[in-house]
């Protein structure tokens, strides 16, 4: 088939469209306008708390590697699910013994991620608020210690 000059820019047009549709990974777009746009100039993060939450993805990304055998570049929304994140998240406690102290801080990076998501791309609503859902984990050894401790001397002492 050949095609006239005058068919050529609607021919480009939509190959185009369709070429970066396909290619296009939402996932990767918005988690770097995360950390390089939105997290710089528009949070109250300090520099630590941004290392925290890259470090996160640094993680959860090694994770989907090495024990989900995807590479980073395949990852997009569609991939991504919440018992995944569930799963993500039992393997840092179980595997890589991580306290849940840490467990907890990781998730926290990973809804601060999809709070952004929810307001950038609504098309995601669904996902984000799953993730969202998600509850952080109580250490039972400080609870059992704050309430003992507790139970026995009180915070303060008021001064007559």
């Known amino acids: 088939m050949v095609l006239s000059l005058t068919q050529w820019p609607h021919f480009i047009r939509v190959f185009s469209l369709k070429w970066c549709t396909m290619n296009n990974n ?4 918005h988690l770097s306008a995360y950390f390089l746009k939105y997290m710089p100039r528009r949070t109250g993060y300090t520099s630590n708390t941004i290392k925290s939450y890259r470090d996160t993805f640094i993680i959860f990304l090694r994770y989907c590697k090495e024990v989900l055998q995807t590479k980073p570049e395949k990852i997009d929304f ?14 840092l406690e179980c595997k890589k013994k991580y306290s849940i102290s840490s467990r907890n801080l990781r998730l926290a990076g990973i809804q601060a991620f999809f ?10 609503m669904e996902l984000c608020s799953s993730i969202l859902a998600l509850k952080s984990k109580k250490n039972r050894l400080l609870k059992s210690i704050i309430s003992r401790s507790m139970v026995s001397k009180p915070f ?3 001064r007559t």
């Open 26 to 29: 939402d996932f990767a777009t």
């Open 78 to 91: 569609d991939f991504i699910n919440r018992n995944m994140i569930e799963d993500f998240l039992s393997w």
């Open 115 to 124: 709070r952004y998501v929810q307001l950038e791309a609504p098309e995601y």
């Open 156 to 158: 303060f002492q008021c």
